[in-house]
């Protein structure tokens, strides 16, 4: 089955850590995004890339990186410059074309820190 | 913000009523999309009504658009507990190229 695989589900960090949330697809997809949802809130875009070894900031790239060496693949590293990082974080993707902002998500990883 | 403003926040209907939620934007776009959350997981695409496109159907899913009005809405017929969940709006306003998400509205049916 095709879709996106994010791990780990849930993840406890302690402060001054550095943690990476993996993703992968297997769609074949050329753009994957990273956004962060904070309780009763809509979705923020993290980091988004469009095609393999380039990436774009988001709304708040600030504390976070990626790397995109392959096409399946767009890992988020939350750094310990990251002030409030417990969150829930989904990884998406989307095809190119007319409507390449029709976004599949993963189940999302939910981070907190002690 | 370029974020879609959701209203209600919150609904809670009975089972076999229908649930109207509406989503209102900022700036011109191509299209609105809306996504439905189950509660922990992550989004999943409902339905897409291009700028062009006054009203969709899908399945139990009503949308209609109003560009004049900048504004949707998304009408789910005859309610099941199993539709339960938090319902978004996004597009992608101009001078933007990535999808912006409205705060949602939940969604509660109660059997």
């Known amino acids: 089955d095709g879709g996106i695989t994010q791990s780990p589900k849930y993840l406890f960090r302690k402060e001054g850590q550095n943690v990476t949330l993996s993703c992968e697809q297997n769609?074949?997809?050329?753009?994957m995004y990273w956004y962060r949802q904070d309780p009763g809130q809509g979705l923020r875009l993290i980091y988004y890339?469009?095609?393999?070894?380039?990436?774009q900031k988001g709304d708040i790239a600030e504390g976070y990186s990626v790397s995109r060496e392959k096409k399946e693949s767009f890992p988020l590293t939350v750094t310990s410059a990251q002030k409030n990082p417990t969150a829930f974080y989904l990884c998406?993707?989307?095809?190119?074309?007319?409507?390449?902002?029709?976004?599949?998500f993963g189940a999302g990883s939910r981070l907190t820190v002690l | 913000s370029q974020q879609g403003e959701e209203d209600p926040q919150a609904l809670s209907i009975q089972e076999g009523e229908n649930a109207t939620m509406n989503c209102s934007y900022k700036?011109?776009?191509?299209?609105l999309q809306w996504y439905r959350q189950n509660s922990g997981r992550g989004l999943v695409h409902l339905i897409l009504?291009?700028?062009?496109?006054r009203e969709k159907h899908s399945g139990r899913l009503r949308v209609t658009l109003d560009t004049s009005k900048k504004s949707s809405s998304l009408l789910i017929t005859a309610s099941r507990a199993a539709d339960t969940a938090s319902y978004f709006c996004?597009?992608?306003?101009?001078?933007?190229?990535?999808?912006?998400f409205g705060k949602g509205t939940m969604l509660l049916v109660s059997p």
């Open positions: 998406a993707s989307s095809m190119q074309g007319y409507e390449a902002n029709v976004l599949t």
């Open positions: 769609l074949n997809h050329d753009a």
């Open positions: 890339s469009q095609i393999v070894n380039d990436f």
């Open positions: 700036t011109s776009i191509n299209n």
């Open positions: 009504i291009r700028s062009n496109e």
């Open positions: 996004a597009n992608v306003p101009a001078g933007y190229s990535t999808l912006t």
